[in-house]
């Protein structure tokens, strides 16, 4: 890049710089606290998305011997899949069916990355519900297998594969996560709720003086 251009360049973002100033010096100060408030509001949602984004997934494969059953997960307390499950008979042999069912589910969900507390819990129509827990960290944008093996007598977690132990950061960071949003929102929410009762007091007076000097013009 020559001297020439980038003279060009300084002289253009001079020239913005001095038609920005203009135009900000014939805004109303109050005018500017607004537009203010609302870029705050504004940069707060977007903070908030960023730290509420589903950007891992939890893998889910469950092994059961039901018949029918009731399966549901909780990711952090929350109800993340709750699924009608159902088992065909198993055969003996290949050949021979018995009393005994056999099924499978394979499902996807969208989770936070961080740690996570995850919980399952199985309810069969012909016999008592069980339910157990794990807990795991989950990589931005990667998938983990969570391995679910459910009988009329037991039921147990595992982890696919060899994941990295959780972390105090990682623990720290989910914790900060799981509450900074609605502690945004509510912030977010004040901030919209103060502009809009601006907007609503000072715009009929604006209005008003607009359509009163109309006629004198």
């Not at 504004?42 to 984004?53: C, D, E």
């Not at 009731?70 to 929350?78: N, T």
């Amino acid at each position: 890049m020559n001297r020439q251009t980038i003279a060009q360049l300084r002289s253009k973002a001079g020239l913005f710089y001095f038609q920005s100033s203009q135009w900000a010096a014939r805004v109303p100060i109050k005018a500017r606290v607004v537009l203010g408030f609302f870029l705050l509001a504004a940069v707060i949602m977007a903070v908030h998305t960023a730290l509420t984004a589903k950007d891992a997934s939890l893998h889910l494969k469950l092994q059961h011997g039901f018949h029918d059953a009731q399966v549901s997960l909780w990711v952090d307390g929350e109800l993340a899949l709750s699924n009608k499950i159902t088992g065909s008979a198993k055969k003996k042999f290949g050949l021979i069916p018995t009393d005994a069912a056999q099924g499978s589910l394979s499902q996807i969900i969208p989770v936070r990355s961080g740690q996570h507390k995850v919980r399952v819990r199985i309810e069969p129509d012909d016999s008592a519900a069980q339910e157990d827990s794990i807990s795991g960290d989950f990589t931005s944008k990667a998938e983990r297998s969570l391995l679910v093996s459910a009988r009329h007598s037991s039921l147990s977690l595992s982890w696919q594969g060899t994941g990295g132990v959780p972390a105090e950061a990682a623990s720290s960071f989910a914790w900060f996560s799981r509450y900074a949003g609605s502690l945004f929102l509510t912030i977010a929410g004040s901030i919209m709720s103060a502009v809009a009762g601006y907007v609503l007091r000072e715009l009929p007076g604006r209005l008003g003086s607009t359509s009163n000097s109309a006629p004198k013009a």
